[in-house]
């Protein structure tokens, strides 16, 4: 039983519906977000461990932009190392960020 949440008051609704059970909300976009979800999450189960076997991939995220779009994020160390990584995915864009390196945060 697939089930969606509420962007408003949290709960569950049981799917198919476009409304919340709940307060009514409009559940469309939330509905969309959780399929796209869904497809990155099975995306990144099958390549993550593939990339982060390249020394200079030290991580990979889902990340949304600024225009709300979901991409797959794969930090490396250098950016001038050449990362072996599609430019999509089944339609998700896949960008190589630089991340660097992580120092420990003053106290
Ligand atoms: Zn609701």
Redesign the pocket.
């Known amino acids: 039983m697939q089930t969606v949440r509420?962007p408003?008051?949290?709960?569950r609704?049981v799917l198919p519906a476009t409304r919340?059970a709940?307060?009514?909300?409009d559940l469309t976009a939330a509905i969309q977000e959780q399929e796209v979800e869904a497809k990155i999450r099975q995306i990144r189960q099958e390549y993550e461990k593939d990339w982060l076997r390249q020394p200079n991939v030290v991580m990979v995220a889902t990340r949304k932009d600024a225009n709300g779009q979901y991409y797959i994020a794969v930090g490396v160390e250098n950016l001038t190392e050449p990362v072996n990584v599609p430019e999509a995915i089944n339609g998700v864009p896949v960008r190589v960020e630089h991340i660097g390196r992580i120092y420990p945060a003053k106290v």
């Not at 408003?8 to 709960?11: A, E, Q, T, Y």
């Open positions: 509420c408003n008051c949290r709960k609704t919340c709940h307060c009514g909300e």
